[in-house]
DNA sequence: GAGTTTGAAACT
DNA sequence: CAGTTTCAAACTC
């Protein structure tokens, strides 16, 4: 930020205002640390003014400074910049608050304001942070009550969330949380500083910033001072990979001792969502709680000590906020490992601990090695964080981080993302390999993540997490597999190197769950298994993409017509079934929750999502519908009429739910949605705002390959693979019985309204799918 | 839970 | 590409 505005120069004068009077005074009086007085500020304070100071910073944001100022000056006077910041209104403050002016100056900070001893969201802060200047000049409570007041609120949700934000705009990766406050005052003043990476000017006194290079890749972060006049508790939240804990402790030290306050350094949970800022001073308000035990695999946070413990003038406890990556891919085996390594210098304990916690190890898999252990988790959960779709670039850079070593807060957005919807959806989320204990909770199943979750996080979730995972499904429907979360697949003698089974369809590995024999599914076979899949995809590159693609931009067409599936939302290559009439689990088409294209081979087709002629035929409609569907099949129209009237009995909903969109709701209106689990891979979303990639087919392509998971691209750059030209089965038909389907999916993306939206996501690791390029 | 049905996947 | 076999999920009892 440029301080050399006349705006500046406004504040600078503002502040002066601020230093001269009686309340300044006192405060100063109060506070260790001495104010510095600007030197060429005579102004004399006006009361008014102080109460709602102008902005000082010229943040974008910014208005909301007044007082940051003011704190400033206390904040981390002990530390000392590297650099002097070169800008003017440093200069003003003293050294000791040129820190934080620059760190404010330079991020585009949010100020929040409030009482000591409450907490503040980092993670709300995060949110605001995305979108563009987040301004907290509400008292803390608020803040806290924005963050946890509401009943059913979930911290972990909204750090995520806010982390997903990040991601998704392509802001931070990770952030720092700095909390500064002071236990004395009842009105301490938090300042919140947050600060996008995109906001971040790398010229500009930021740079100098002493922060800065503490931080170093951090996309964002968030300073969070509340300052007391006295004793002062710290308590710093990092998650980011960026930062490093070494070079944060000494500064908090410093900073400690200078201002003999208390310091409490605590990691931050995942991305922030869980932010806690105590007050030392006689209280410790946790903003959040951090259930040790329910400790997010998602989250990826760690906590690292007892973040709750109060300790003077002591570093109580650091810790490397999660870095728990979501590794998925076979190929990224290398780069976990290293991630363990590196999780096991940094943060260690915590970080394996919490990895164990998040994810059974049991489920982890057999290999069992610590980095196994590691992987497995994140490695369901990467696959999550692909199908969600966020993150790519996001990703690339935690892998970087990863690989560079630092990495601290590696989880960071991801996770945040994932954990956030997953508190809601309970980790049915795929995270296959992960431990079964979270993978499955089917009650979350039916939850609809846009509901629950900020909209960051419906974008993931939906899809994925719910419906079409085809294992979670089936044991959402299971009782005992529910719980256990884990059955999975259950084959015999594909070794479950075939796409017979599902995980291996999936992309995922088997876990303790499945019933399989003989398994080669296994992290301990990597080789193997990315061999044969390699050999399947080079008889079939489309065979483990997705087989069902959709776009959420259909859905007006739904509500136009509910009862047909949009024509965005087909099976890739269509059925062939002979005697279900598609009316049952059989069929791809209605496991996957759309209806039959054209390019379906079925007969008798009475699928209820839509029939391959273009009539849609559902629940009770079909009942009473007239067959259209020629029997001239041979099918036995009484079978399939009592088919129908079973499904429609069982799955009452799909005649409401016919949409073939699941992304809000999958699985709910899903006929199968009650028990059922889309085949293997199951349903790309495609949609102009976000993609959701559902299910496992996301995560064989997530896990496969380790492209991004969303990518906007093109039309004309559109995978041939979507489009169908490279698809073995070729966009046939441009034109369905109904004129409004479309056969391919390709042809059918075609005419959906995200492509003419202009703009498409794509899940990039479909295309990639073929190549399972190893990553040793 | 065992057996049957079904259709995709794999094979020829 | 078509036909057959294999396979495992879906379904039924």
């Not at 608050?97 to 304001?113: F, P």
């Not at 898999?365 to 670039?393: C, E, F, M, W, Y």
């Not at 776009?551 to 062939?576: F, L, M, Q, W, Y």
Request: glycine share 6%; charged share 25%; proline share 6%.
């Amino acid at each position: 930020m440029d301080m050399d505005t006349p705006e500046r120069n406004q504040i600078n004068t503002t502040l002066s205002k601020f230093e001269d009077s009686p309340v300044f005074n006192y405060i100063n009086n109060l506070s260790p640390i001495k104010p510095v007085k600007s030197a060429h500020i005579t102004q004399t304070f006006n009361s008014l003014t102080f109460s709602s100071p102008p902005s000082v910073f010229t943040s974008p944001h910014a208005a909301s400074f007044k007082e940051s100022r003011f704190l400033r000056r206390h904040s981390l006077p002990s530390v000392s910049k590297p650099k002097d910041s070169s800008e003017d209104v440093n200069k003003v403050y003293s050294n000791e608050g040129a820190l934080a002016d620059s760190t404010l100056s330079q991020h585009n900070s949010c100020e929040l304001h409030g009482s000591a001893g409450q907490g503040i969201s980092v993670g709300d802060a995060t949110i605001e942070l995305s979108n563009e200047q987040a301004k907290f000049s509400d008292e803390l409570p608020q803040a806290l009550q924005y963050n946890c007041g509401s009943p059913g609120y979930d911290p972990r949700l909204c750090g995520d969330a806010a982390n997903s934000l990040l991601e998704l705009s392509g802001e931070a990766v990770s952030d720092v949380a700095y909390v500064r406050d002071s236990g004395k005052t009842d009105s301490v003043e938090a300042e919140l500083h947050l600060q996008g990476t995109s906001q971040i000017d790398p010229k500009g006194e930021g740079s100098d910033c002493d922060w800065d290079g503490l931080i170093h890749n951090a996309s964002a972060d968030v300073l969070i001072d509340a300052e007391a006049f006295k004793g002062l508790a710290f308590k710093g939240l990092m998650h980011g990979s960026s930062i490093r804990l070494s070079d944060f402790v000494p500064l908090l030290q410093q900073s400690t001792s200078n201002n003999d306050q208390k310091t409490h350094l605590v990691d931050s949970v995942a991305s922030g969502s869980e932010h806690e800022i105590h007050n030392h001073c006689s209280e410790l308000v946790s903003v959040t709680d951090i259930d040790p035990t329910q400790d997010n695999l998602a989250n990826g946070s760690l906590m690292t000590s007892n973040p709750n413990e109060k300790m003077d003038n002591e570093l109580v406890s650091v810790t490397h906020r999660g870095i728990r990556r979501r590794c998925l891919d076979f190929e990224m085996a290398s780069v976990r490992k290293k991630i363990s390594d590196d999780n096991s210098n940094i943060g260690s304990s915590t970080t394996q601990s919490e990895v164990r916690n998040a994810a059974n190890e049991k489920q982890l898999l057999p290999a069992k090695r610590n980095a196994n252990s590691q992987r497995s988790i994140l490695r369901g959960i990467g696959l999550h964080l692909n199908a969600l779709a966020t993150v790519k670039d996001h990703k690339g850079k935690q892998n970087e981080n990863v690989t560079s070593g630092d990495q601290v807060g590696l989880a960071s957005s991801t996770s945040l993302l994932l954990s956030a919807c997953q508190e809601h959806q309970r980790l049915s989320i795929l995270s296959v390999s992960v431990s079964s204990e979270r993978e499955t909770d089917p009650s979350d199943n039916g939850v609809q993540p846009s509901e629950d979750c900020p909209q960051a996080l419906a974008y993931m979730a939906a899809d994925d997490f719910n419906q079409n995972s085809p294992k979670k499904k089936r044991r959402k429907s299971e009782p005992v597999g529910e719980t256990e979360g884990c059955k999975r697949c259950n084959c015999k003698k594909s070794k479950c190197l075939k796409l017979y089974c599902e995980c291996f369809a999936a992309g995922v590995y088997c876990i303790e769950p499945c019933s399989c024999q003989e398994c080669f599914n296994k992290p301990i076979h990597e080789d193997t298994v990315l061999q044969t899949r390699k050999q399947i995809e080079s008889r079939n590159p489309l065979a483990f993409a997705p087989k069902v693609i959709r776009s959420a931009d259909s859905v007006p067409e739904v509500g136009i017509d509910p009862n047909k599936t949009p024509a965005s939302a087909r099976h890739k290559r269509g059925c062939n079934c002979k005697k279900s009439s598609c009316l049952k689990k059989y069929c791809e088409c209605y496991q996957g929750g759309v209806g039959c294209s054209i390019n379906c081979r079925c007969e008798g087709c009475k699928n209820a999502f839509g029939r391959k002629d273009g009539s849609a035929s559902i629940g009770i409609e079909g009942e009473t519908e007239e067959e259209t569907e020629t029997s001239d099949k041979g099918v036995d129209e009484k079978a399939i009429q009592k088919t129908e009237i079973q499904n429609i009995e069982d799955h009452p909903e799909s005649s409401l739910v016919s949409t073939p969109l699941q992304l809000s709701r999958p699985l709910l209106p899903m006929p199968f949605s009650s028990k059922g689990k889309p085949p293997r891979s199951f349903v790309t979303t495609i949609t102009g705002s976000g993609y959701f990639a559902s299910q496992k087919h996301a995560m064989p392509n997530s896990l496969w390959s380790q492209s991004k998971p969303f990518q906007t691209i093109p039309d004309d750059e559109m995978p041939e693979i979507l489009r169908g030209d490279s698809s073995p089965i070729a966009c046939i038909k441009t034109s369905s019985p109904n004129g409004k389907r479309i056969s391919s999916p390709n042809c059918e993306m075609g005419s959906s309204p995200a492509r003419r939206g202009g703009r498409k996501l794509i899940l990039q690791s479909i295309p990639s799918f073929p190549s399972l390029t190893p990553h040793p």
